[in-house]
């Protein structure tokens, strides 16, 4: 066999544990947060006035707005306010709505973050910022705006409604599923990828369908096996399904989780046939013959959307998004054309089978 590859591993730290939120003003101190500025979703509003008052006056101020895509007018408003608070680093609590504004905060003062997220997103493992003006979600990477320090709270995820956590945790399964065919994957992290396929999976399945005695355990492992997602989303460029949830998420503002939920079963038959030893990784980690049904059922089990309309997309919206998705060439293991693009697209709009 013959490998050739490259893998980076950029520094930083994770702590992993149960009620470390009461600990933060200790693990900041660690890494030297002088005056700290926090973030939040607003469901996470009480978390974050805990995490300020264990900060005390290290805490510079805060704000628990955070809103999905990063809209440049809250990036606008939170630097105002940032700048003002005199913070030399930020907290970011919640999904990746609040960990996206703190980079975006990041990006312009080149302040280092902290974050503590609570869904499976994963954002708090990559560089990838993106920030949305006038209906167009512009993206990237640097360095400046990868998290230092993350700390993931299982507690902070025990009450994650059912269809937020299957969503979250099939765009955690995304990451794995496009890692394991990316152009720059490497040993590690198709070992990352599975790995974290399966226990996302196994937790999903656990907590849609088993009693309850399962769920603490399925909790910890959702979260581990998102932390390898996210960290395989970081390492390697994602391909056709990212970049569908991205137009899509940027054009019509339809929810991201369920977006890439309702998308995976499609894009997974998709590429499926060119795409041998992710199909393989994927029926290995769902224990199913036809993972892409495995996971559609499961969509409905947990009564999750299934159907880009039921997101409220407009099905006049499925030709412009072929439109911008074939605009700029990305890798994928197989060939896109608009038309087979079109009719992926028009299928999930209908939720017909994938
Ligand atoms: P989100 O952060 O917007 O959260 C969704 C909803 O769930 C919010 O109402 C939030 O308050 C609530 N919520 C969060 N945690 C909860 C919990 N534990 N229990 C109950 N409710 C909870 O959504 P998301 O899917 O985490 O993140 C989506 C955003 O992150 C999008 O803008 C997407 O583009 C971005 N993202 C970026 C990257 C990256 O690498 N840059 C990766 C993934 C997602």
Not at 18 to 44: K, N
Not at 46 to 66: F, P
Not at 108 to 119: C, D, G, K, Q
Not at 314 to 340: F, I, K, S
Request: charged share 20%; hydrophobic share 40%; net charge negative.
């Amino acid at each position: 066999m013959r490998a050739e590859f490259v893998h980076r591993s950029p520094s930083r730290t994770v702590h992993f544990g149960h009620h470390l939120t009461a600990r933060v003003a200790q693990l900041l101190d660690e890494h030297r947060y002088r005056r700290t500025y926090v973030i939040a979703s607003p469901r996470l509003e009480r978390v974050a006035e805990d995490a300020a008052q264990a900060l005390g006056t290290r805490c510079a101020g805060g704000q628990s707005d955070a809103e999905m895509h990063v809209p440049a007018a809250t990036v606008a408003q939170t630097l105002e306010r940032f700048d003002a608070s005199g913070a030399d680093s930020v907290l970011a609590i919640g999904g990746g709505s609040p960990i996206g504004l703190a980079k975006a905060i990041a990006l312009e003062r080149n302040v280092p973050i902290a974050a503590v997220p609570t869904t499976y997103a994963g954002s708090e493992m990559t560089a990838i910022w993106g920030i949305t003006r006038e209906g167009v979600k512009r993206t990237g990477r640097d360095e400046s705006v990868r998290p230092s320090t993350v700390v993931y709270d299982v507690e902070l995820t025990a009450d994650m409604p059912l269809v937020l956590t299957l969503t979250s945790g099939y765009n955690a399964i995304a990451h794995a599923m496009e890692a394991l065919y990316a152009p720059d994957s490497t040993p590690l992290t198709n070992v990352q990828a599975e790995e974290g396929v399966r226990r996302v999976y196994r937790a999903v399945t656990t907590l849609v369908t088993g009693d309850e005695s399962g769920h603490a355990e399925a909790r910890t492992d959702a979260l581990i096996g998102a932390w390898f997602c996210g960290a395989v989303l970081g390492a390697t460029t994602m391909s056709l399904h990212h970049k569908l949830c991205h137009v899509l998420g940027g054009t019509f503002d339809l929810p991201h989780a369920a977006t890439h939920a309702v998308l995976l079963p499609y894009v997974l038959a998709f590429n499926a046939p060119a795409a041998g030893d992710m199909s393989a990784a994927l029926r290995r980690t769902t224990g199913a013959e036809d993972p892409a049904q495995a996971l559609r059922d499961l969509t409905m089990k947990a009564g999750a959307p299934t159907s880009l309309r039921e997101l409220h997309m407009p099905r006049t919206g499925v030709g412009p998004a072929v439109e911008q998705a074939c605009a700029a060439p990305y890798d994928n293991p197989r060939d896109v054309n608009p038309e087979a693009l079109h009719d992926l697209l028009d299928r999930a709009w209908r939720g017909a089978p994938q």
